[in-house]
């Protein structure tokens, strides 16, 4: 019994199917679907349905107005061969995270295609860029909007967009876009169809404005995604410089930072940062091997609202850039400029050590002892550093290929 119950198991990221459509031969495309990187949040850690043969979650999206099909298909249930055993609720899981107002039938969803003709991007422009398509043989142009609460339809908009957090962020939630502190930045492609110019949703940034006393504003980062039909091609980049050349305008603004960044964020921010930072005065080569300095941080908060820990990092890459790690005295001096950073936690730990022993008991102090043994944390650092050297070089590559 249990062996043909199992049969009745479905990877939930393989059954979802996801498509942003633009003409109506896309839907039948196989080439055109993508599915999700987690699913666990509507479907558990495992990310398994039950029930369910062929199982296949149809969710695909109109690639302008996000307007939504939604169906669930399968070969076979559960119930079909055996009574007393009841299917997970897979298409109620779904219609948590939907808005109302999707269809479920394909003709219906073919004809609202359509009225795409009528969608324009939502708010101000504020970039536009190209980026040349080898397999079309051509340029193709992006946008990138500025957008707010204000806007008529992104309300509802944004419902639909959002939906695709749950599949690509590991930790994503909604957020309360009634509050007015929310700004929010769009990616759009221009491409056209039959002669009329429409365009497609490429991905989005959510930025929350904290106050900072007594007359500033911190813009916080809170959620990022570019959709997998145009990852790898550099929209990341372009979306996170916009928006900070959008805020750097703003006397208002403090610096810039980001809720929880992910690994692939910080990669992304180091080099937006660099290329930013690389013209600035203080960054010099000549004034790179003097160390970092006071100079570097107060240009890079004051021009880009870059805070001291990331004008650190970008320092630290310049540096690299500009050092013949070939020369063993030269690279010495680079090792130890970065492992004095990278010390940091080391040192705080035996400041933490030396108030402890006024208060602990001998055994608790040998815990405490053995946890910060010389030899252990040469290796750590030693470690930490050869990771820190390996991000740098790759960014410092990306940034040759700019």
């Not at 896309?26 to 055109?32: H, K, R, S």
């Not at 860029?129 to 509802?156: M, R, V, W």
């Amino acid at each position: 019994m249990e062996k043909k119950l199992a049969e009745y198991k479905c990877d939930t990221n393989d059954a979802i199917c996801l498509k942003l459509v633009r003409f109506p031969e896309d839907v039948d495309d196989e080439g055109t679907t993508f599915h999700p990187e987690y699913s666990h949040q509507l479907y558990g850690d495992d990310e398994v349905a039950f029930g369910y043969k062929g199982l296949q979650i149809q969710l695909y999206y109109s690639a302008g107005n996000l307007t939504t099909l939604f169906k669930v298909k399968y070969s076979s249930k559960v119930t079909e061969k055996f009574d007393c055993v009841e299917p997970d609720d897979v298409e109620g899981k779904i219609r948590e995270i939907i808005p109302q107002g999707f269809s479920c039938n394909t003709d219906d969803f073919i004809s609202l295609l359509e009225k795409e003709g009528n969608f324009k991007p939502f708010g101000s422009l504020i970039h536009t860029y190209s980026i040349h398509n080898e397999e079309a043989g051509e340029d193709i142009t992006y946008q990138i909007h500025k957008a707010d609460l204000s806007c008529p339809g992104f309300h509802e908009y944004h419902e639909r967009l959002q939906t695709f957090l749950m599949w690509f962020i590991e930790t994503a939630s909604f957020i309360d876009v009634d509050d007015d502190r929310w700004d929010f930045f769009l990616v759009f492609e221009k491409y056209n169809k039959d002669g009329e110019t429409l365009f497609a949703t490429v991905g989005y940034m959510t930025v929350y404005n904290y106050y900072v006393y007594p007359d500033k504003t911190r813009p916080r980062v809170s959620q990022m995604l570019i959709l997998p039909p145009f990852q790898g091609e550099g929209h990341g980049a372009q979306l996170l410089e916009t928006v900070h050349r959008f805020y750097c305008n703003s006397p208002k603004v403090q610096d810039i930072t980001a809720e929880d960044p992910s690994e692939n964020y910080v990669k992304l921010r180091d080099f937006v940062l660099v290329k930013l930072c690389q013209s600035l005065p203080s960054f010099s080569a000549d004034k790179l091997f003097l160390g970092f300095s006071e100079d570097m941080a107060s240009e890079a908060q004051e021009k880009l609202k870059i805070n001291k820990k990331h004008a650190r990092r970008v320092y630290e890459i310049l540096r690299l850039r500009a050092t013949d790690m070939s020369d063993e005295e030269k690279a010495r001096a680079y090792r130890l400029e970065v492992k004095k950073r990278l010390f940091g936690p080391y040192k705080k730990n035996q400041r933490e050590m030396t108030k402890m022993r006024k208060c602990l008991r001998p055994e608790e102090l040998l815990s405490q002892a053995n946890q910060l043994d010389t030899q252990l944390q040469h290796e750590e650092l030693e470690r930490g550093y050869q990771e820190v050297l390996a991000e740098y070089r790759r960014i410092i590559e990306r940034l040759a290929r700019a």
